[in-house]
């Protein structure tokens, strides 16, 4: 009957643990932007046909004056439950089109599904598109997969009209369980990234696997990107499998924007 009732009580408390982390998280994540904590770094992409930098992908980055960095597996979830994503959104993808204006690079950005179900947040994102200088055609939505996409339909159709202004769309993780080519297809994407998982596999089955997505993905005219690249095994392993393009540690871990625009200037 003790161990029993202990059983019963772990989880539980497991649960009220949660629940006050998330709290207090959701707490110091309102006003978080406001007051400066929130930042965007970017992480190079490397063309693997001519060994150069030509994109860059735009990641939200969380200092806590106390807490320190707090990582965005942590940080993203929470701002979808507690609607602070909209407003993180909106900052990301300023973020990544000032860059891209200023930048002669791709740029990417990281966009939630929670962020899409919002048609205010499409409607804004296609004016801040009809304003920029740079062709459209530069911006990559990479649609992540944090929560189950909802009226698909709807999110197709807004899609749609982005990517009739010339924004490239690409589904993240790819090899994780969750992203496959049959949602690439459904929602008309133009990239998939394969996932750092099946990049860090060297097993026989891995690279099949990562042979094939881009053979299919080819054939539907769909760019492929490498993620999680390493070791220089791995980033021969992705090459020789016709991934487009790659990155990762190996090639550079995520900068300031300083530091990128330093790196953009040298490759102009």
């Avoid at 690439?184 to 094939?212: M, N, Q």
């Avoid at 020789?240 to 953009?264: E, H, I, K, N, T």
């Amino acid at each position: 009957m003790m161990a029993a009732a202990g059983a019963v009580v772990m989880p539980r408390e497991v649960g009220i643990r949660h629940m006050v982390e998330f709290a207090e998280l959701s707490r110091a994540l309102r006003g978080a932007l406001r007051r400066g904590e929130l930042s965007a770094w970017f992480q190079p992409q490397l063309d693997l046909r001519t060994n150069r930098v030509v994109a860059a992908e735009a990641l939200c980055r969380w200092h806590h004056p106390t807490w320190g960095p707090i990582p965005p597996t942590q940080f993203i979830p929470i701002a979808e439950e507690d609607g602070t994503i909209g407003e993180i959104g909106e900052f990301m993808a300023t973020e990544a089109m000032t860059a891209m204006t200023d930048w002669a690079i791709d740029m990417s950005v990281n966009v939630s599904p929670a962020q899409l179900e919002d048609a205010a947040f499409t409607t804004w994102l296609e004016r801040m598109i009809l304003r920029i200088r740079r062709p459209a055609r530069r911006l990559t939505l990479e649609i992540t997969e944090g929560r189950h996409l909802g009226d698909v339909p709807a999110l197709v159709a807004r899609l749609d009209r982005l990517r009739g202004l010339g924004v490239g769309i690409a589904i993240d993780d790819f090899g994780s369980g969750q992203a496959s080519l049959t949602q690439a297809r459904r929602l008309h994407a133009t990239e998939l990234k394969i996932d750092r998982g099946l990049v860090s596999d060297d097993s026989p089955d891995a690279s099949r696997v990562v042979a094939d997505a881009v053979a299919l993905a080819h054939d539907a005219h769909i760019r492929v990107v490498a993620e999680g690249v390493e070791t220089a095994d791995q980033l021969d392993k992705v090459t020789r499998l016709g991934c487009d393009r790659a990155q990762g540690y190996l090639l550079s871990r995520p900068v300031s924007r300083d530091a990128m625009a330093r790196l953009a200037a040298a490759i102009v």
